[in-house]
């Protein structure tokens, strides 16, 4: 997942690379995130963080629901921060982590 890498390490410090990356990694890739927002109530926000338009902002407390407690108190364990954080920061990096790993506008090849 280098390009992944590059991606988020000019969008955020390394932590919290890492912590994106790891989410990222572990829920099937980019076209995995995607597909788990979509069936959780997130589809607008997230077409157009894939989209070429302007990315739809999404709040910390949604994806704390998109995600469900559990998962998220696995990343905050795992990286030694609050679960509320976690969920935060979710929301705030990963519309600019997709939409810059799907520059034209379309999710990268299985």
């Known amino acids: 997942m280098g390009l992944l890498d590059g991606i988020l390490g000019g969008v955020v410090g390394a932590g919290a690379t890492a912590l994106v990356k790891e989410y990222i990694d572990n829920h099937g890739g980019i076209r995995g995130v995607v597909a788990q927002l979509e ?3 997130l589809g607008d926000q997230v077409k157009s963080w894939v989209g070429t338009g ?3 902002p999404v709040s910390g407390s949604q994806i704390q629901q998109a995600l469900g ?3 998220l108190a696995e990343l905050a364990a795992k990286f030694g921060i609050p679960a509320d954080q ?7 990096h990963l519309p600019t982590a997709i939409d810059e790993a799907t520059p034209s506008g ?5």
């Open 39 to 41: 069936s959780t109530g």
């Open 54 to 56: 302007q990315n739809l």
């Open 69 to 71: 407690g559990g998962k």
């Open 86 to 92: 976690v969920s935060g920061f979710l929301a705030q």
């Open 106 to 110: 379309r999710l990268p090849a299985p």
